[in-house]
């Protein structure tokens, strides 16, 4: 009951103190970047409690609410996912809140780039009122999180190839020798690079004497796939690329090797077993960097009006530089009597936010199996092997689709 009361009062609070507060703080234009910062630091917030809370939390008694108390895994596993579905409630309120906006002088604008003081005190309030709900709610939210992280993956993937398409036309565009030789070199460095890797794989994943026909399947699926997308884009009836078939070809390849990385230490097939302590924390930084990369280049991108993340009515010039481009600037003429339209969906950047705190709380608790696993071990386990393999290759077909699908249905435009 006193969380109840404290939250309905919080909320209040912070609402009023929103609507009173809703220019201040932050410039308009670095507000995406502020909205990156505070997912940036959940990420570290959850960290840090999932490596020195589980002695508190094992005295809470609506927590530990169990007759034999669990194992410290558990602890740290659930201190993550109660600061991720607080951080997880921030953006998706706001997500809902901003539903409909379609200019600027809508006052719902003014909430998503200002009130910053009000927005984290409602971020924090949330996170620590996180704390007093039962488990229940908890393990429903972690089963949601397994769906909401799948969901995140694929934006993930269709954000990577948009970024490599977007690279290659823009030195295309350029008609120049340099930039041609710029694709060439980009292309084979990133071959030669998926071709190394794949044959340190083979070495880590596939030791002598031991049947590792599981690993073998994975490597040499991933070498097929780097063939089959230069094969795929260099066909005359598909215009297409070689230098984003490289890149996406780099990218299968991490993520075989994040995937086989993750397998359990005890594995035989494992080579790195021995030092899965650190590969497990360098996979982990590796997700986190790969997961704040998408975040911020969804929230670069989203003031594009060249991509799926403009709403209908924003203005189909694009924008070179749409982090810090004109249409950021805001109201600055108070006089113009048409309204500014958005340029990017406000409840389509705070979903992805919400999706990313979801997949973060998966990378750091092993898609929740690591609380069989050893408490020094992160993102290991046999479902995260299978959720980055099936990652891979929805990232294959993705990208093989945006090849063909042009010659299978002409009239409709991909990308």
Request: proline share 4%.
């Given at each position: ?184 070199v980009v292309t084979v460095v990133c071959y030669l690079s998926t071709f190394a890797f794949s044959g340190l794989l083979f070495m880590w994943f596939n030791p002598s004497g031991h049947d590792c026909g599981l690993n073998v399947f994975f490597i040499v699926m991933t070498l097929i796939l780097a063939f089959s997308f230069a094969i795929v884009a260099l066909h005359p009836q598909v215009n297409g690329s070689v230098m984003p078939a490289s ?169």
């Amino acid at each position: 009951m006193w969380c109840a009361s404290c939250l309905a009062s919080a909320c209040a609070g912070c609402a009023c103190n929103l609507c009173t507060s809703a220019a201040s703080a932050v410039p308009r234009r670095s507000a995406r970047l502020a909205y990156c910062g505070l997912f940036a630091a959940s990420l570290i917030l959850s960290f840090l409690l999932r490596q020195f809370a589980a002695p508190l939390l094992q005295h809470i008694p609506w927590i530990n609410a169990f007759d034999q108390t669990p194992p410290e895994e558990w602890f740290q596993m659930n201190a993550v996912l109660r600061v991720s579905l607080g951080n997880f409630l921030f953006f998706a309120i706001f997500a809902l809140m901003m539903i409909g906006v379609k200019d600027q002088n809508d006052r719902r604008d003014a909430w998503h780039h200002g009130g910053w003081i009000a927005k984290i005190a409602v971020w924090a309030v949330l996170i620590v009122l996180m704390f007093c709900v039962p488990n229940i709610v908890i393990t429903i939210y972690e089963i949601m999180s397994k769906f909401g992280s799948g969901l995140f993956l694929l934006v993930q993937v269709v954000m990577l190839l948009d970024f490599t398409n977007n690279w290659n036309d823009s030195w295309v565009e350029k008609d120049e020798q340099k930039w041609e030789i710029a694709l060439l070199v980009v292309t084979v460095v990133c071959y030669l690079s998926t071709f190394a890797f794949s044959g340190l794989l083979f070495m880590w994943f596939n030791p002598s004497g031991h049947d590792c026909g599981l690993n073998v399947f994975f490597i040499v699926m991933t070498l097929i796939l780097a063939f089959s997308f230069a094969i795929v884009a260099l066909h005359p009836q598909v215009n297409g690329s070689v230098m984003p078939a490289s890149v996406i070809s780099v990218y299968c390849a991490y993520l075989c090797y994040t995937s086989l990385s993750s397998e359990p230490d005890d594995y035989e097939c494992n080579g790195l077993h021995r030092h899965s302590k650190q590969v497990s924390l360098s996979s982990l930084v590796l997700g986190m960097f790969t997961t704040v990369l998408s975040v911020v280049y969804s929230a670069v991108r989203a003031g594009s009006s060249t991509t799926f993340l403009s709403p209908p009515s924003s203005p189909r010039s694009g924008s070179k530089n749409p982090l810090l481009g004109d249409e950021e600037t805001g109201k600055d003429d108070s006089k113009e009597s048409e309204p500014r339209p958005v340029s990017y969906s406000y409840t389509f950047f705070h979903l992805i936010f919400a999706l990313a705190s979801m997949y973060s709380a998966m990378l750091l608790t092993g898609w929740t199996s690591a609380a069989s696993e050893s408490s020094e071990l992160m993102d290991v386990g046999w479902t995260t092997v299978w959720v980055r393999i099936c990652t891979e290759w929805v990232t294959a077909a993705l990208y093989i689709w945006t090849l063909v699908a042009p010659l299978l249905f002409p009239d409709r435009d991909f990308f």
